[in-house]
């Protein structure tokens, strides 16, 4: 059974950062695709970024390019989210999500539907 946990969630003032994880079991990354995704009160959910443990590539929505890396730890089969110049929009429950390498990163990651195992989800509030 696929399980995907997060954590690192919390409060941080602007410009602050966050370091997210998602730790996953009952499946090894290899051909997925990992997401970070988020939503805010009465938003739609947003693909923020995505990574192939495959070949490694990535997909950043354009409203983080620049203050957010995704990476993984494919020995702990973790991926990582590391949030840097946080701004108030930035303030959602973060969830991350797999799916399996049946497209490209950025196809998948714009596409959160396609993506069928689901963490709880972490909140992360930007506020001064």
């Known amino acids: 059974q696929v399980q995907l946990v997060e954590s690192g969630g919390g409060l941080v003032q602007p410009g602050g950062s966050l370091r997210l994880s998602c730790a996953a079991s009952?499946?090894?990354?290899?051909?997925?695709?990992i997401g970070w995704f988020r939503q805010a009160p009465g938003k739609e959910r947003e693909g923020v970024s995505c990574?192939?443990?495959?070949?490694?590539?990535?997909y950043y929505a354009d409203s983080v390019k620049g203050r957010f890396t995704i990476s993984r730890d494919n020995a702990k089969n973790t991926v990582y989210l590391q949030m840097n110049s946080l701004k108030p929009e930035d303030t959602a429950v973060y969830y991350c999500?797999?799916?399996?390498?049946?497209?490209?990163?950025?196809?998948?990651?714009?596409?959160?539907?396609?993506?069928?195992?689901w963490g709880q989800g972490t909140q992360v509030t930007v506020s001064s």
């Open positions: 009952g499946f090894t990354l290899d051909y997925y695709v």
């Open positions: 990574i192939s443990k495959s070949d490694g590539s990535t």
């Open positions: 999500a797999a799916v399996p390498l049946i497209s490209t990163v950025q196809a998948l990651c714009v596409t959160s539907r396609l993506f069928g195992s």
